[in-house]
């Protein structure tokens, strides 16, 4: 069911911009009738530490993509991104700051 | 007799199933009384976030008019110094919070997501900094639905 996630991570003028994709149907309610399938949690550590946690609902479209900027950052710097759906289901990718 | 026990035993189930439940809920935070409520003020209070101020530090990053409402990026930056918290909603979805955002050391409060969203409506962002909340809206056309099958 957990399709490929990709990440990008790159060093721009003081922050870290970082772009996620993630394989998932992000199916609604309406779509399946009342059995919908969605990402409920998403996780993002540094080097080991979480920075930034995610509650989100059926309502993020189709193969989510998913931004967000990290204070400063050194290339090298471990990005790890994890998520957890309504069924258990669970993926998570990593990549280096480039 | 025996339909009182049939009584204790549903009540013991019950009790088991609330027990056995818990746990799994545990797992992982996930605001299930926000994300059902079927309105923005519903879920706003659900999420403890009452009482917004509106402010123009918050820059939601987002076309005016959507054409295909299966995909509407939404980008959200709150200026307010030491934000630590971003809800995203649309207020005319069936079920208005969309996302929500929790920033800790290291992460700056920025996010963008592509959402949903069933007709032209109003996205509102609530951004929580020092125990106060702010918001700010902006209003998305949307051309064709995104919500249905």
Redesign the interface.
Same mark, same amino acid.
């Given at each position: 069911m957990a399709g490929p996630m990709k990440m990008r991570a790159t060093l721009t003028g003081g922050y870290t911009d970082v772009r996620v994709l993630m394989s998932h149907p992000m199916a609604t309610e309406q779509q399946t009738k009342g059995k919908p399938h969605f990402i409920q949690n998403l996780t993002v550590k540094v080097n080991g530490k979480t920075v930034l946690e995610g509650e989100i609902s059926q309502a993020v479209s189709r193969n989510p993509v998913f931004s967000f900027r990290l204070q400063g950052g050194t290339k090298g710097d471990k990005i790890e991104v994890s998520w957890l759906d309504n069924k258990g289901d669970t993926n998570k990718t990593e990549t280096a700051v480039a | 007799m025996i339909m009182q026990r049939r009584g204790l035993l549903g009540a013991l189930a019950a009790v088991l199933a609330a027990g056995l439940l818990k746990p799994i809920a545990a797992l992982?935070?996930? !605001?299930k009384a926000a #994300?059902a409520s079927k309105s923005s003020g519903d879920a706003l209070k659900s999420l403890g976030t009452q009482g917004t101020e509106a402010s123009n530090a918050i820059v939601i990053d987002a076309p005016q008019i959507a054409e295909n409402g299966? /995909?509407? &990026?939404i +980008?959200v930056m709150s200026k307010i110094a030491g934000t630590t918290s971003i809800a995203v909603l649309?207020e005319k !979805? &069936?079920?208005p919070? /969309?996302? %929500? #955002?929790? *920033? @800790? +050391?290291?992460?700056?409060p *920025?996010? %963008?997501? !592509?959402? %949903? @969203?069933g007709e032209t409506s109003d996205v509102r962002v609530v951004a929580t900094a020092g125990g106060k909340h702010y918001t700010a809206t902006k209003e998305i056309k949307v051309t064709i639905g995104?919500?249905?099958?």
């Open positions: - | 992982a935070a996930w !605001n #994300f299966a /995909v509407v &990026p +980008e649309v !979805n &069936p079920y919070l /969309v996302a %929500k #955002f929790d *920033f @800790m +050391e290291g992460a700056l *920025f996010v %963008k997501i !592509n959402a %949903k @969203m995104g919500c249905g099958g």
